[in-house]
């Protein structure tokens, strides 16, 4: 798939900023919630990545998750974008960094179905409450 993302001057306030919370899926290739968010301001996208502030997983798998984040923020950066790795709630991290960056809406992909919440890492367990309230602060600005 090829996206024309645009370079981000992140202070440029020419064509409004989009977040795409990758929650289960770090990629970025056949990825829809990309192309919605690309679509919606103009290919000016950066992507986000919320980690736990404490884990239970064990060495092996943050190796192996930290080593996927390294590629992700790869190629974002060869589409002229940028990843942001932050610790912390979404609900708390999310609206804080939308704010500071002037973003217009924030874009993520669905859960996935296969995957249930006792399966899925704490991190990405979908909130009712966090994706209300993020929606929330996007539309209040």
């Known amino acids: 798939m090829n996206l024309n993302l645009q370079p981000i001057g992140l202070s440029a306030k020419a064509a409004p900023l989009a977040l795409l919370w990758h929650r ?3 990629r970025l290739c056949d990825q829809p919630a990309l192309v919605a968010a690309a679509e919606a301001t103009a290919g000016r996208v950066i992507g986000v990545i919320v980690l736990p502030e404490v884990t239970r997983a064990s060495p092996r798998r ?26 912390g709630k979404p609900q708390d991290c999310l609206p804080i960094l939308a704010a500071q960056l002037g973003v217009s809406e924030v874009h993520t992909a669905p859960a996935l179905r296969s995957m249930s919440n006792s399966r899925m890492p704490p991190y990405a367990r979908p909130s009712r409450r966090t994706t209300s309230r993020s929606r929330y602060m996007m539309r209040s600005r």
């Open 24 to 26: 289960t899926d770090l």
């Open 62 to 87: 943050m190796g192996y998750l930290l080593q996927t984040i390294d590629e992700l923020r790869v190629a974002w950066r060869d589409r002229g974008s940028a990843l942001f790795v932050l610790r």
